[in-house]
């Protein structure tokens, strides 16, 4: 059995989330400038650090062994996420950058995250329904969460960054088992949580007669 990863109700959900993230950028460049201003270099480099964690998972792959270039993915990833990590230690530790601003820098993608769960989970009816009622519930908690550490500044740094990456935790795991369950699997079984990677990794998913599921590259590289 083969399970399409794209749908027209996946490219409208992606659609609705891009608008979202083009008018809450503009919100955001209205009330933190600064905080905006930053964001065109730190997202970037953040995203170069993501982008080397699914390259070292693309490589670790071994459903899609190709010997050296696997292993040069690995080394191409850690050097991605080594230069990315250097770079913004080096930035986020400048006297003029407070604890406030990168509380901001981290809460904006977060919020659109959670926008996203919320927008899967409506859109998108090819999800279990428990996992999308899931995703929308806890996008909604997302949203909310992310809009009180933007307006209130009296916690601490280390409260925040706890929230915060708790939010993250959870929106994680409510998304693996969004995703998973297009393929009747669950995160049950801990093992499949690796499967997720590969689902956002551009791997194209079969779901064998025999029940085991097998991974190719949805677009192979040249």
Known sequence: MKLELISYKKIRADNYIVLFLIINYLVFIFIFSLVALLSI????????????????MDGLNKRNNRGFRNNYKILLGFIFIIIALLFLYWMLTRPAITSHIIISLIT????????????????????????RILN?????????????????????????????????????LSRAALYLSEYGLSLVHIK????????????????G?????LTTKFEEDS
Request: net charge positive; proline share 2%; charged share 10%.
């Open 136 to 172: 929308i519930c806890i996008g909604f908690i997302t949203i909310v969460i992310c809009l009180i550490v933007l307006t209130f500044t009296t916690y601490s740094f280390i409260f925040y960054i706890i929230m915060l990456s708790l939010t993250v935790l959870f929106n994680i």
């Open 192 to 207: 499949n949580f690796k499967l997720f990677f590969y689902i956002i990794s551009d791997y194209l998913l079969y779901v």
């Open 209 to 213: 007669k025999d029940g085991n599921v």
């Open 108 to 131: 904006f993608p977060i919020m659109i995250v959670g926008f996203a769960g919320i927008i899967k989970g409506l859109l998108i009816d090819i999800y279990k329904q428990k996992y």
């Open 41 to 56: 270099i730190v997202y970037p480099f953040a995203a170069l650090a993501i982008y080397g964690f699914l390259k070292i």
